[in-house]
C-alpha cells in the first residue's frame, strides 16, 4: 500500500502531540469504552492495532488488562510517539512497528484475541481495505474479536465542504493526501461478511457527541 503524501501529513501531525500517556483508562463516551471492554474482556489477550497512530486505543487497554500488545502504523512518527507515551505509562508488554500490510503478513495465524481498526479501513483505497479485512480474519484467532472504528456515511454537500474530491466510486482525496472510503453501513457490513466475520453490533456515536461508527466483529462460525 502506497501513502506517502498522507504518511507525510501524519509524521508532521503527531511530531507536535502530547508525548504523555492517556490519564484514565477510558476515552469517557460511553459506547465507545464499552467496545474496548468488549473486543479485550480479560486479562492475558493479544491484542493488536492496525493504525494504531499514537495507540490510545491500545493504552487505555492496556492500562486496564494484562497481555501483549502490538501497534502498528505507516508513520514512524506515530511508532516512536506510542512507544514513548506506554514507556512512560509503566508497561512494558507492548511492541510496535512502523509498516503497513505487509508487516501483518509476518504474523502468524491464529496469533490475536483482539483486533482494532480504529478509523484506518476508511481512510484506505478498497481494495486494499479488503485486502486488510481478509488479513485481519487470518491473524485473528477461531474465538477472537474485532473492533473497527469508521466515519459515517456522508452526503455530497459535507464532501465538498470538507474539501474532498471524489476521484472513484465511493473514494474521495483531499489535498493533503488522505483519504475517505465513504460507504454506507450495508456496504461495510458487505465487505466485513465477505472477508469472514460476523457482525455483532454496529453504533453510531452521533449521540453521545462523536462522529464514527462501531463495529464489532466475531469470526463467523465453521
Not at 502530547?18 to 473486543?39: C, H, R, S, T
Not at 482494532?116 to 491473524?139: F, G, H, Q, S, Y
Not at 461478511?193 to 466483529?217: I, P, T, W, Y
Amino acid at each position: 500500500m502506497e501513502y506517502d503524501k498522507a504518511k507525510k501529513f501524519w509524521d508532521a501531525r503527531f511530531q507536535n502531540m502530547p508525548k504523555a500517556p492517556p490519564k484514565q483508562a477510558a476515552f469517557g463516551i460511553e459506547p465507545l469504552d464499552n467496545a474496548l471492554d468488549w473486543v479485550a474482556s480479560e486479562d492475558g489477550l493479544a491484542v493488536l492495532d492496525f493504525g494504531c497512530g499514537p495507540a490510545t486505543a491500545l493504552c487505555v487497554i492496556a492500562k486496564k488488562r494484562t497481555g501483549r500488545f502490538v501497534g502498528v502504523d505507516l508513520s514512524e512518527e506515530a511508532v516512536a510517539l506510542a512507544k514513548e507515551r506506554f514507556m512512560a505509562a509503566g508497561i512494558e508488554s507492548a511492541e510496535f512497528y512502523a509498516g503497513s500490510l505487509e508487516t501483518l503478513r509476518t504474523f502468524q495465524e491464529s496469533s490475536f484475541d483482539a483486533f482494532l481498526l480504529m478509523n484506518v479501513l476508511d481512510n484506505l483505497k478498497k481494495e486494499d481495505a479488503i485486502a486488510l479485512l481478509k488479513e485481519t480474519t487470518r491473524l485473528v484467532k477461531p474465538t477472537g474479536k474485532a473492533l473497527v472504528k469508521v466515519t459515517p456515511f456522508l452526503d455530497e454537500a459535507t464532501l465538498r465542504g470538507e474539501g474532498l474530491t471524489k476521484t472513484k466510486d465511493d473514494f474521495y482525496e483531499d489535498e493533503a493526501g488522505l483519504y475517505l472510503l465513504n460507504l454506507s453501513d450495508e456496504t461495510w457490513k458487505t465487505l466485513f461478511e465477505d472477508a469472514g466475520f460476523k457482525v455483532e453490533a454496529m453504533q453510531s456515536l452521533k449521540k453521545e457527541g462523536g462522529f464514527n461508527r462501531l463495529v464489532r466483529l466475531t469470526q463467523k462460525k465453521p
